[in-house]
């Protein structure tokens, strides 16, 4: 396994990786994704690698805003199931020792 580098676009590509559209990788091809591991401290980190080149990629996914904590927590308050508030509907959160997680995402986003 080779170096992982970074992409200059990474909010462009998040906001295609969480509407679920394929990602343009910059040497052709798309990135395809391997896996997304939580930071611990609230963040996470999605590896990916290039359909083409399979040269490997890394995207820091930015931890919960306090708005989406926010209306997370209002969901759940009304005694609904949270959905990802990047996801969007139909991606659950789901429990992951002591937090409400998106499995997409690696982010937690309220206590469970
Ligand atoms: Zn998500």
């Known amino acids: 396994m080779g170096d992982v580098l970074r992409l200059d676009n990474e909010k462009k590509l998040l906001k295609q990786y969480y509407a679920g ?4 990788s910059p040497n052709e091809g798309f990135l395809m994704l391997l896996g997304v591991r939580p930071d611990g401290v609230g963040a996470a980190v999605g590896m990916f690698e290039c359909s083409v080149s399979s ?58």
């Open 21 to 24: 559209q394929q990602m343009p």
């Open 55 to 112: 040269l490997r990629y890394e995207i820091v996914i930015p931890k919960a805003t306090r708005g989406e904590r926010k209306a997370v927590k209002e969901v759940r308050v009304a005694g609904n199931d949270p959905d990802c508030p990047r996801h969007g509907v139909g991606h659950r959160l789901v429990r992951a020792g002591n937090d409400l997680v998106c499995r997409r995402c690696g982010i937690p986003f309220v206590k469970a």
